[in-house]
C-alpha cells in the first residue's frame, strides 16, 4: 500500500524569521527536486465512492557557511486528498509542510562533508486495538507521519522534528 518515487522541481524558500539579524531560511535558498527515495504515498477508497491519497515528500536545500561547513536545510511536505464522484464532483485537500535546518557540518580530517539523510522509511506497518490499519513512516528530516484509516476515515499525523504536530484528516 505505500510506494515510494520520484517527482518535482526545484523549489526556492521564502521570508523568514531573523534571529541576531540572520535569516533562519535565507531568501535565496533553493530545495532541490525531491530524492526518489524521500517520497512516500498511499491510497484508499470511502464511502460514495470516495477516493483518498496521502503523499510525503522531503526536498533538501544546502548554504554554505563560514569555513566551509554546509547547513543542510529541509522541506517536508504532507497532504492528504479526498476526491469524490459525479455528482458531487468534490475534493478535500489537507496540506501541512515545515523547514527545518540541521547544525553546520564541517569537512573531517579528509576534507569530505557528510551528506545528508535522503530516504523515507517505513517504521511499522499493522492494525490498531479499533480496527484500523496504520502505518508509520519516518522522513529523512525526522518527521514521523502515523497515517491510520478505515472505510470511513483516514488521519495522517505529523509529528515535526521541532517538537509540532499537524493533524491531517478526511473526510
Known sequence: MLAI????ALT?????VKIAGVEFVPKDLIFAAPEAKSRATADGVLPEDCKW?????????RREEPQGCIRYYYKTSVSLVATWPAPKEKSVVRAAERITATDPRCPDAAGKIAPPPVEARAISSGTTADGKHQDVILQPDGTRITLTWDGTSVTALAAWPDGTADLLKVP
Request: glycine share 22%; hydrophobic share 40%.
Open 5 to 8: 518515487y520520484a517527482a518535482g
Open 12 to 16: 526556492v524558500a521564502g521570508a523568514g
Open 53 to 61: 491519497q496521502f503523499s510525503s515528500e522531503t526536498r533538501v536545500g
